[in-house]
């Protein structure tokens, strides 16, 4: 019984001191990622791990508040951080980015000129476009047999049960705001009550409010419409599935784009930038855009995607034209109206 | 040697306060200020948070939680209680077996389990294609409140029924035989002995399963699709996505309180009826 | 006639809790993707499961955390539990009190407790948090395991070995433990149990990468799942089934398996 018992506790210690010991070889430099999911094509993680020697630890968000509230939770030591405009308004002044050394990154001069200096980072100091679109309306054509071209189908009855709505709070307030004729950027009470009260009279009519699950869903046929991000629907496309169309409907929507940014607490700028770098890079950032469907800044990516496949230059989910970008408006950061937003979508998710 | 034995304990008090009464300190202190958590000097005192609570919206979310809970601790209890009797009354051979069958899913992944129960129930799954292929019409369940419940009582059934189970396992079979030698048949038998003596299981069961289900977020927020917020939830949002410390802290605490009154109550009952169940006639 | 009402209601409950399992266990052999539609038997999920980084290194931690947990915890309950054994009344109570409350407490509490703990303290959220916050959990439950058998012990033997000469650890090592002992492995089967299964509080309380399976297939069921976690499902019961067929064959009087 004593023999035995030395021999268990002995084989215990032997097996737990193996299981800790592959985790002591720290010595290589480690990026740690934050980025949404299926936002980025794995294989290209690998490459670069590759060309590099840098590992890469990617940790994943599901929406802008999700990774806000992480990074204000403290405890964390991301490098590279993938987040949307409004966000980097607000990061920016409560001055958590450092500034990027372009010089590190020669492959900026591949990004077009129009996603430049934008209005949340005006200098362009903190901040390298990484994708853009829009938000619309995802449709299965063997389910919907009228024209899709304005946000009221989404409160149609006979579409009840099989509606999906984004599990993201600007953006699903920004759809009734939409609807109604507001701006995305509303913060009058009154109006924002109306689209509240818009919200709450769909609800019987909502299957659900997601985020990552949409896909899948609309694919598997467990619903007819959802709100949902450009590029997710082109992800759809490239493989291959026909029914799923996009459209943005006539009443206008939301036009964002999504950067890579570096914390101020990153202990790898460098590499960091490098990273970066090597995602600007043309062959890169084209491999990215047909894996996660979403369309690049980089100029040369989104050509010869177009000129590949010409098909998806009519698609408002890859090119949208001038006339639908012009009623699209950017997000910007709401400030000190954001617990008037919060208060307003707790009320409707509570119902 | 008492004495030095009580010095094993002392590295561990301080453990304890360090790990189980300074952080609900510290959620009780987040509960009762606002300001930026990230700015210690910008906090003051106020009971906004706690008043805040008070807002219809809320206590809706709060009653629904235990509205949930209570159906699916009833069904757990209704339908678990006959699987530990009939388990317990399996011939000695075959009870072992039967019983280690019963443990399996409580040593399955919970996640698993719950993700296992979505794929079964999603529109497209394997309930609604069976029914279509038998000409039925297909369940509209999932996402929604009938969803959550059954995932409540499908992870918790085993919780209601191990405890009643050990209760009843350790019943004096002679006191069951005195029974019908005095003439009780089997019902009388089963409500004038057996059942007042699983009371104290009953009530374990009842804890085991209630507790988990008022404050779950996993099995709402899977199973309810983002439409049916419990207080879980609520708790959960605060802290994830609306970053609001002050608020979740004080819901947080006011959940604490709310199972801690449960419980006291459940322990209350225990008590008077062990007092008058204990003596058979 | 009752017998076979018995039978067949307990046969339901039985379909009622393997269904959705066993559901599971057929589609890791399917050929496609699909919850729905069976496209041929294949093995290809199980490979992918071997293959698949984010599984391996959620299994890794799962494990990791889950054995140094219930070891540590063990070993703190067993002590302190004998410590507390040998308190007076008023200490007593209040140390059981305090240790109780992450067994009362709903998880959720407890997890944002850890974690406004290891914020405020600025300690970075990773692999140590975790660690620490389940055996914060699991200590209580191998005291609430040990204290019994402490009470049912023979306190006459342990001052019959003093008076015999015995050092007081040697009485410690060669008189009490081993016969609290079943409480003791008890309470490390049970803390290993709870860490493995965990999610909230790991959830609340980890970072940096530091993931485990709950947390893994809760990110994977909102993000679209990858067919492999079937594959997964199917090795957890078998081993689940393996495991607890041993400890049947180990516990001959069949009373013992039920703490």
Same mark, same amino acid.
């Given at each position: 019984?004593?023999?035995?018992?030395?021999?268990?506790?002995? %084989?215990?210690?032997?097996?737990?001191?193996?299981?800790?010991?592959?985790?002591?070889?720290?010595?290589?430099?480690?990026?740690?990622?934050?980025?949404?999911?299926?936002?980025?094509?794995?294989?290209?993680?690998?490459?670069?791990? &590759?060309?590099?020697?840098?590992?890469?630890?990617?940790?994943?968000?599901?929406?802008?508040?999700?990774?806000?509230?992480?990074?204000?939770?403290?405890?964390?030591?991301?490098?590279?951080?993938?987040?949307?405009?409004?966000?980097?308004?607000?990061?920016? &002044?409560?001055?958590?980015?450092? $500034?990027?050394?372009?010089?590190?990154?020669?492959?900026?001069?591949?990004?077009?000129?129009?996603? &430049?200096?934008?209005?949340?980072?005006?200098?362009?100091?903190?901040?390298?476009?990484?994708?853009?679109?829009?938000?619309?309306?995802?449709?299965?054509?063997?389910?919907?047999?009228?024209?899709?071209?304005?946000?009221?189908?989404?409160?149609?009855?006979?579409?009840?049960? &099989?509606?999906?709505?984004?599990?993201?709070?600007?953006?699903?307030?920004?759809?009734?705001?939409? $609807?109604?004729?507001?701006?995305?950027?509303?913060?009058?009470?009154?109006?924002?009550?109306?689209?509240?009260?818009?919200?709450?009279?769909?609800?019987?009519?909502?299957?659900?409010?997601?985020?990552?699950?949409?896909?899948?869903?609309?694919?598997?046929?467990?619903?007819?419409?959802?709100?949902?991000?450009?590029?997710?629907?082109?992800?759809?496309?490239?493989?291959?599935?026909?029914?799923?169309?996009?459209?943005?409907?006539?009443?206008?929507?939301?036009?964002?784009?999504? %950067?890579?940014?570096?914390?101020?607490?990153?202990?790898?700028? $460098?590499?960091?930038?490098?990273?970066?770098?090597?995602?600007?890079?043309?062959?890169?950032?084209?491999?990215?855009?047909?894996?996660?469907?979403?369309?690049?800044?980089?100029?040369?990516?989104?050509?010869?995607?177009?000129?590949?496949?010409?098909?998806?230059?009519?698609?408002?989910?890859?090119?949208?034209?001038?006339?639908?970008?012009?009623? %699209?408006?950017?997000?910007?950061?709401?400030?000190?109206?954001?617990?008037?937003?919060?208060?307003?979508?707790?009320?409707?998710?509570?119902? | 040697?008492?004495?030095?034995?009580?010095?094993?304990?002392?590295?561990?008090?301080?453990?304890?306060?360090?790990?189980?009464?300074?952080?609900?300190?510290?959620?009780?202190?987040?509960?009762?200020?606002?300001?930026?958590?990230?700015?210690?000097?910008?906090?003051?005192?106020?009971?906004?948070?706690?008043?805040?609570?008070?807002?219809?919206?809320?206590?809706?979310?709060?009653?629904?939680?235990?509205?949930?809970?209570?159906?699916?601790?009833?069904?757990?209890?209704?339908?678990?209680?006959?699987?530990?009797?009939?388990?317990?009354?399996?011939?000695?051979?075959?009870?072992?077996?039967?019983?280690?069958?019963?443990?399996?899913?409580?040593?399955?992944?919970?996640?698993?389990?719950?993700?296992?129960?979505?794929?079964?129930?999603?529109?497209?799954?394997?309930?609604?294609?069976?029914?279509?292929?038998?000409?039925?019409?297909?369940?509209?369940?999932?996402?929604?409140?009938?969803?959550?419940?059954?995932?409540?009582?499908?992870?918790?059934?085993?919780?209601?029924?191990?405890?009643?189970?050990?209760?009843?396992?350790?019943?004096?079979?002679?006191?069951?035989?005195?029974?019908?030698?005095?003439?009780?048949?089997?019902?009388?038998?089963?409500?004038?002995?057996?059942?007042?003596?699983?009371?104290?299981?009953?009530?374990?069961?009842?804890?085991?399963?209630?507790?988990?289900?008022?404050?779950?977020?996993?099995?709402?927020?899977?199973?309810?699709?983002?439409?049916?917020?419990?207080?879980?939830?609520?708790?959960?949002?605060?802290?994830?996505?609306?970053?609001?410390?002050?608020?979740?802290?004080?819901?947080?605490?006011?959940?604490?309180?709310?199972?801690?009154?449960?419980?006291?109550?459940?322990?209350?009952?225990?008590?008077?009826?062990?007092?008058?169940?204990?003596?058979?006639? | 006639?009752?017998?076979?009402?018995?039978?067949?209601?307990?046969?339901?409950?039985?379909?009622?809790?393997?269904?959705?399992?066993?559901?599971?266990?057929?589609?890791?052999?399917?050929?496609?993707?699909?919850?729905?539609?069976?496209?041929?038997?294949?093995?290809?999920?199980?490979?992918?499961?071997?293959?698949?980084?984010?599984?391996?290194?959620?299994?890794?931690?799962?494990?990791?955390?889950?054995?140094?947990?219930?070891?540590?915890?063990?070993?703190?309950?067993?002590?302190?539990?004998?410590?507390?054994?040998?308190?007076?009344?008023?200490?007593?109570?209040?140390?059981?009190?305090?240790?109780?409350?992450?067994?009362?407490?709903?998880?959720?509490?407890?997890?944002?407790?850890?974690?406004?703990?290891?914020?405020?303290?600025?300690?970075?959220?990773?692999?140590?948090?975790?660690?620490?916050?389940?055996?914060?959990?699991?200590?209580?439950?191998?005291?609430?395991?040990?204290?019994?058998?402490?009470?049912?012990?023979?306190?006459?033997?342990?001052?019959?070995?003093?008076?015999?000469?015995?050092?007081?650890?040697?009485?410690?090592?060669?008189?009490?433990?081993?016969?609290?002992?079943?409480?003791?492995?008890?309470?490390?089967?049970?803390?290993?149990?709870?860490?493995?299964?965990?999610?909230?509080?790991?959830?609340?309380?980890?970072?940096?990468?530091?993931?485990?399976?709950?947390?893994?297939?809760?990110?994977?069921?909102?993000?679209?799942?990858?067919?492999?976690?079937?594959?997964?499902?199917?090795?957890?019961?078998?081993?689940?089934?393996?495991?607890?067929?041993?400890?049947?064959?180990?516990?001959?009087?069949?009373?013992?398996?039920?703490?």
């Amino acid at each position: 019984m004593k023999r035995t018992s030395i021999l268990l506790i002995t %084989c215990l210690f032997i097996f737990a001191s193996l299981l800790v010991l592959p985790g002591c070889k720290q010595d290589k430099v480690v990026l740690n990622i934050y980025n949404w999911g299926e936002y980025i094509d794995p294989e290209l993680l690998e490459k670069f791990e &590759k060309e590099t020697g840098i590992k890469i630890n990617l940790d994943l968000f599901e929406t802008n508040e999700h990774m806000l509230a992480k990074l204000e939770t403290g405890g964390t030591q991301y490098d590279v951080i993938f987040p949307s405009d409004y966000v980097i308004e607000e990061m920016i &002044k409560k001055d958590l980015l450092a $500034k990027i050394d372009f010089s590190n990154i020669p492959n900026f001069r591949y990004v077009g000129d129009r996603f &430049k200096n934008l209005n949340y980072d005006p200098t362009n100091e903190y901040s390298v476009p990484y994708f853009w679109g829009t938000v619309g309306i995802m449709y299965n054509t063997e389910m919907v047999d009228e024209e899709v071209d304005s946000w009221d189908i989404l409160w149609k009855e006979k579409y009840a049960g &099989k509606i999906l709505m984004l599990d993201s709070m600007r953006d699903t307030i920004g759809v009734a705001l939409k $609807k109604l004729g507001y701006s995305v950027n509303e913060t009058d009470p009154g109006r924002l009550e109306e689209a509240k009260q818009l919200l709450i009279q769909q609800r019987p009519l909502v299957n659900g409010y997601y985020v990552d699950e949409i896909k899948d869903m609309m694919i598997n046929g467990d619903a007819a419409i959802a709100v949902n991000w450009s590029g997710a629907a082109m992800d759809i496309y490239w493989e291959g599935i026909e029914n799923i169309r996009f459209v943005v409907p006539k009443e206008g929507s939301n036009l964002w784009f999504d %950067c890579m940014v570096i914390p101020k607490t990153s202990q790898h700028k $460098k590499e960091a930038e490098m990273f970066i770098n090597f995602m600007l890079d043309p062959e890169n950032a084209y491999q990215n855009s047909l894996y996660v469907g979403y369309v690049s800044p980089v100029t040369e990516a989104f050509e010869r995607l177009m000129q590949e496949n010409p098909e998806v230059a009519d698609m408002d989910a890859y090119n949208p034209s001038e006339e639908v970008l012009d009623k %699209c408006e950017v997000f910007i950061d709401l400030g000190d109206n954001r617990p008037l937003y919060n208060r307003i979508w707790t009320e409707i998710k509570v119902q | 040697m008492k004495n030095r034995a009580r010095i094993l304990a002392y590295p561990y008090i301080v453990w304890m306060i360090i790990f189980i009464v300074v952080p609900l300190l510290l959620v009780l202190f987040y509960s009762v200020t606002e300001g930026n958590i990230n700015d210690p000097s910008s906090l003051s005192f106020s009971l906004k948070s706690y008043t805040r609570v008070f807002d219809i919206m809320y206590l809706n979310v709060i009653w629904k939680s235990f509205k949930l809970a209570i159906i699916s601790t009833l069904f757990c209890l209704i339908l678990g209680y006959p699987v530990a009797l009939i388990i317990s009354t399996v011939k000695a051979r075959y009870k072992n077996i039967v019983l280690m069958f019963f443990l399996v899913p409580i040593w399955m992944n919970f996640l698993l389990r719950t993700y296992a129960w979505m794929s079964i129930l999603s529109p497209n799954g394997f309930i609604n294609r069976l029914l279509t292929f038998l000409g039925l019409p297909p369940l509209q369940i999932m996402p929604g409140q009938t969803a959550v419940i059954l995932g409540m009582i499908y992870n918790f059934l085993p919780f209601m029924v191990l405890p009643i189970y050990t209760v009843l396992s350790k019943i004096d079979k002679s006191v069951l035989e005195a029974a019908m030698d005095l003439g009780a048949n089997k019902i009388v038998t089963f409500i004038k002995v057996i059942l007042p003596l699983t009371v104290p299981g009953i009530i374990s069961g009842i804890t085991m399963v209630f507790m988990p289900a008022v404050s779950t977020f996993v099995i709402s927020q899977l199973l309810g699709g983002g439409k049916e917020l419990l207080i879980g939830n609520l708790i959960e949002q605060q802290f994830t996505v609306q970053r609001d410390w002050h608020f979740g802290s004080a819901l947080s605490i006011i959940l604490m309180i709310m199972i801690l009154i449960s419980m006291a109550i459940m322990s209350k009952v225990e008590k008077d009826d062990g007092n008058g169940g204990a003596p058979i006639w | 006639m009752v017998k076979f009402l018995k039978r067949f209601y307990l046969t339901l409950i039985f379909i009622f809790l393997y269904a959705p399992i066993l559901v599971l266990i057929v589609f890791s052999f399917n050929e496609s993707k699909s919850r729905g539609y069976w496209g041929g038997f294949t093995l290809k999920w199980y490979v992918e499961l071997f293959r698949d980084r984010d599984i391996l290194k959620a299994l890794y931690y799962t494990f990791l955390v889950a054995l140094l947990s219930s070891i540590i915890s063990t070993v703190i309950g067993t002590f302190s539990a004998i410590g507390i054994h040998n308190m007076g009344l008023f200490t007593k109570k209040m140390a059981l009190n305090i240790n109780y409350l992450p067994v009362l407490n709903p998880d959720i509490v407890t997890g944002i407790a850890l974690m406004t703990l290891f914020v405020s303290l600025n300690m970075r959220l990773g692999f140590m948090t975790m660690l620490i916050s389940h055996t914060v959990f699991n200590i209580p439950y191998v005291i609430l395991s040990v204290l019994p058998k402490l009470k049912q012990m023979d306190k006459n033997m342990t001052e019959a070995a003093l008076d015999l000469g015995a050092t007081p650890s040697y009485a410690l090592r060669k008189v009490i433990i081993p016969q609290i002992m079943p409480g003791v492995i008890t309470g490390a089967l049970i803390a290993f149990t709870l860490s493995i299964d965990d999610f909230v509080i790991s959830f609340f309380t980890t970072g940096s990468g530091v993931t485990n399976l709950s947390i893994l297939v809760y990110s994977m069921a909102k993000r679209g799942v990858k067919p492999s976690i079937n594959a997964l499902t199917t090795l957890m019961l078998l081993t689940v089934v393996i495991l607890l067929l041993l400890i049947n064959k180990r516990t001959t009087k069949g009373d013992e398996l039920i703490p």
